[in-house]
């Protein structure tokens, strides 16, 4: 069946723009509009993926909203909205694959990616943990402590403990701000050199620790704190 609702001729511009001109000629909410088409068919969706912009502040913020904020916009049901958080998902799924496998030392502009795709538009405060091999390689990659807007508890020695459990050499944190502002605190520091001082004996290295803020991220390494 052909499509004639009255918006088809905006939805095949839209396509069209992006086939021939790329994404990059296309606004935010007009890249939000084409990803709601299939979800939402038969309705203009314009004002729908305005109005999810003008809440949420970009895609990124789009994509990390609950799901009970998402179905709060005119328009999105709680299957849209879980579709909507599949953005989210895949951009981090797709990030991750830049780091599996590959030394981290060498893929850092992938991994500070990785780490901003996945944490800056979180609304708590997340703690983060990567586990690296010998050869510098992602082992795994968990979160062990989440908390409040401005607050996640962090125990070193449950880091170290699980450092142990998978045979890590070495670690990488990473947490997040959601104030939006990447500067580490007195308390990162504090708890920074803790961590470092506990791994020390076990002959587990600190190499770095990012704090991710809306639009930039700090590392203690460069910073000189480590």
């Known amino acids: 069946m052909s499509d004639i609702s009255p918006n088809s001729g905006h939805r095949g511009r839209l396509r069209e723009k992006l086939t021939s001109a790329g994404a990059d000629s296309l606004h935010d909410y007009e890249l939000l509009e084409l990803y709601l088409f299939r979800s939402i068919p038969r309705r203009d969706v314009k004002p729908i993926a305005k109005a999810l912009i003008a809440r949420f502040g970009d895609l990124g913020g789009v994509a990390t909203a609950a799901l009970d904020q998402l179905t709060m916009i005119d328009g999105i049901s709680d299957k849209t ?130 704090v991710v803020g809306r639009e930039n991220t700090s590392s203690f390494k460069t910073l000189g704190l480590i």
């Open 81 to 210: 909205a879980a579709e909507l958080r599949l953005i989210h998902a895949l951009s981090e799924r797709l990030a991750r694959e830049q780091i599996i496998g590959r030394p981290i030392i060498a893929s850092w502009s992938s991994l500070i990616n990785y780490v901003r795709t996945a944490m800056q538009h979180a609304t708590t405060e997340q703690f983060r943990v990567l586990f690296l091999d010998r050869k510098n390689k992602l082992i795994a990659d968990e979160i062990l402590g989440e908390g409040t807007i401005d607050h996640a508890p962090v125990y070193p020695r449950e880091v170290v403990k699980r450092a142990l459990a998978l045979e890590a050499s070495a670690i990488i944190l990473a947490h997040n701000h959601p104030s939006g502002d990447a500067t580490p605190s007195q308390a990162d520091i504090e708890m920074t050199r803790t961590l470092v001082d506990v791994c020390k004996p076990f002959d587990i290295v600190v190499h770095d620790h990012l």
